[in-house]
């Protein structure tokens, strides 16, 4: 089992940073792939990058150049740092994990742990 806890969500204005946290406990978190989705409100819930071992990340095209994955497994987190924020990167966003499989996941439904989410909201 492995719980995921996001942090670091909140409010800022267009043209902002804020850094998500995704914080992993109960297994070998290096084994792990793991994944950022997002959810606004009406619309499905959308892939945003996603990190495996060795520096291999994967990213959407919407957010390609403005986000950048990082991961500390001595201390079990992902992070997801969000620059030059738009108005339509508002959304409740969840980390996810899953075994590492190659290619590195992009659907939701091949994740098997799942975080709470964090809201962020950028302001225009």
């Known amino acids: 089992q492995v719980q995921l806890v996001e942090s670091g969500g909140g409010l800022v204005q267009a043209g902002g940073s804020l850094r998500l946290s995704c914080a992993a406990s109960?297994?070998?978190?290096?084994?792990?792939?793991v994944g950022w989705f997002r959810q606004a409100p009406g619309k499905e819930r959308e892939f945003v990058a996603v990190?495996?071992?060795?520096?291999?990340?994967d990213y959407a095209d919407s957010v390609k150049g403005r986000f950048t994955l990082s991961r500390d497994n001595a201390k079990n987190t992902v992070y997801l740092e969000m620059n030059s924020l738009k108005p339509e990167d508002t959304a409740v966003y969840c980390c996810?994990?899953?075994?590492?499989?190659?290619?590195?996941?992009?659907?939701?439904?091949?994740?098997?742990?799942w975080g709470q989410g964090t809201q962020v909201t950028v302001s225009s």
């Open positions: 996810a994990a899953k075994w590492l499989t190659w290619p590195l996941p992009r659907r939701p439904y091949e994740y098997i742990y």
């Open positions: 990190i495996g071992n060795g520096g291999f990340t």
């Open positions: 109960g297994r070998t978190f290096s084994n792990y792939a």
